[in-house]
């Protein structure tokens, strides 16, 4: 019992360095992206929960909703790997203007694709 306790304890006190670590050391504009991918999974989890549970009547509106949850999490995730500071040496000869203007030209194709299928 005293073992489950030290456990939890342990944990707990990780947790909380991991967290302090992470509002202390993480950039701005980390966050601010980190905050967009936290919002397109409980997007997306919204969807599906929807879709299974009330109805999936119009299919491919819940395909096209789902799947642009999903492409836009991969967008900010790309985007939250080549701005991230730490990784410089893979992507120091890139701007981080760049990147953020093929995130928005990339989140448009994709709004364009969707609205054209569902119809």
Known sequence: MAN???????????LQ???RSYWENTPQRIKLIDAYLVYTVVQGVIQFVYCTLVSNYPYNAFLAGFGCAVASFIFAAV??????PENKAEYGHQSVER????????????????TNYIG
């Open 4 to 14: 489950k306790t030290n456990q939890q304890n342990n944990l707990g006190t990780v």
């Open 17 to 19: 360095q991991l967290q």
């Open 79 to 84: 985007l939250r790997m080549r701005v991230n």
């Open 99 to 114: 990147a953020f203007a093929e995130f928005v030209v990339c989140n448009l194709a994709l709004h364009f694709l969707v």
